[in-house]
């Protein structure tokens, strides 16, 4: 394939590849790694009068996995983002009361890059048949010229 028509993502894959398979120390370049290095932080709260404990976990991105499937980029945006509760049968275990507690669990871009880069997954993983599909086609997705994230 001529190096013209590889995708975008590409030159930015083969650094994260590395990145992850390489040993401690070693790693993507730092100049990648500021211009779209960025980081997510995962919480988990519990639900008040249940559990008073909450925990974070941060996670260094180089790029937002985004499903092409929710027909905007701002829907796929607030998908990623958004809350999920976790109770009954899949009630979370906190270490630090020994019990299972409804949890609230979510996922914030912490940091934000230079250079925020989307991974539009245009592929979903089909358990029954184990192997990735396309999904349905919503019509042409939308994506804006300009992105803010101010709150």
């Known amino acids: 394939m001529p190096r013209s028509s590889l995708p ?6 083969l650094p994260c590849t590395s990145y992850r398979t390489s040993p401690q120390g070693a790693g993507i370049p730092p100049v ?3 211009m779209i290095g ?3 932080v995962n919480q988990k709260f519990g639900k008040v009068g249940q559990c008073p404990h909450s925990r974070e976990r941060a996670e260094p991105f180089l790029h937002v996995p985004l499903p092409v499937h929710h027909g905007s980029l701002q829907v796929a945006l607030e998908t990623h983002v958004k809350r999920e509760v976790m109770k009954g049968d899949n009630a979370v275990n906190c270490d630090e009361c020994g019990t ?8 914030c871009i912490k940091t934000l890059p230079s250079l925020l880069v989307f991974h539009i997954k245009r592929f979903e993983y089909d358990y029954d048949r184990m192997m990735y599909t396309p999904p349905p086609p919503p019509g042409a997705p939308s994506f804006p010229p300009l992105v803010s994230f101010r709150a």
């Open 32 to 34: 990648l790694e500021a």
């Open 8 to 13: 975008v993502l590409s030159p930015c894959r």
């Open 100 to 107: 299972k507690v409804d949890t609230v669990i979510s996922t």
């Open 38 to 40: 960025g980081e997510f």
